[in-house]
């Protein structure tokens, strides 16, 4: 009795065995046709972009793509220029934080 347990428990976990196994190859297959179906998509697009290429080529008399143009570095103001954006720009500052307390303010006796 104890063998025929043993025999059905060993025959049951071979088919498992067996049933998984294809299981998960059958897994791997379909990842693999999805990697191979992008691919061959990847493949596709490159060989209509290599056609486009060669079709702008081939055409006589075409002018060169214009290259984009360098500006030179802008020279650097003067300290006195300097001094008067910082100043500017702190007087702007000084006007923004004026008006944020004002806000709060207003914010805080709308609140009480």
Known sequence: MAIARWSIGILLGILLW?????????????????????????????????????????IPNRPAPSLPTITPPVAEPSLDEQFDNLATLAIELKQQVRQLETRVTQLERATS
């Open 18 to 58: 067996l049933g998984l196994g294809s299981y998960v190859e059958a897994q791997g297959e379909a990842r693999i046709d999805s990697r191979l179906n992008r691919l061959e998509s990847e493949l596709g697009r490159l060989r209509s972009q290599v056609r486009q290429i060669e079709s702008q080529l081939s």
